[in-house]
């Protein structure tokens, strides 16, 4: 199972982090990625990471948003500076351990979600 939490509302130029506890799988084994999707849009990868850290984004996102794991708790967090009101979405976590050196940021590739997490960014 995965858990999102951490959304919520910011204006622009705000931050927020947000956290996915997972339980039942060892995150170590598992490529870990947060996705969002916004109100009439399809669902899009944001960032992505795999077991040893090596981690892929969308180019929009490089640099304001980190994306970082604990192993040792489990848990996957996105770290998101700057937000402006086109980072309005619901965040969603996923898990899928297919793959290992590099995870796709493409939503079908992924076998397990979160519930997901709103943030809302106000101009």
């Known amino acids: 199972h995965l858990l999102e939490s951490g959304g919520g509302s910011v204006q622009a130029g705000g931050s927020l982090r947000l956290s996915c506890a997972t339980s039942?799988?060892?995150?170590?084994?598992?490529?870990m990625g947060w996705f969002r999707q916004a109100p009439g849009k399809e669902r899009e990868g944001v960032a992505t990471?795999?077991?040893?850290?090596?981690?892929n984004y969308k180019d929009s996102v490089k640099g304001p948003f980190t994306i970082s794991i604990d192993n040792a708790k489990n848990t996957l967090y996105l770290q998101m500076n700057s937000l402006n009101p086109d980072d309005t979405a619901m965040y969603y976590c996923?898990?899928?351990?297919?793959?290992?050196?590099?995870?796709?940021?493409?939503?079908?590739?992924?076998?397990?979600w979160g519930q997901g997490t709103q943030v809302t960014v106000s101009s």
């Open positions: 039942g799988l060892t995150i170590r084994r598992y490529c």
């Open positions: 990471i795999t077991s040893g850290g090596v981690t």
């Open positions: 996923a898990a899928d351990s297919r793959y290992f050196l590099r995870c796709p940021l493409v939503p079908g590739s992924y076998n397990f």
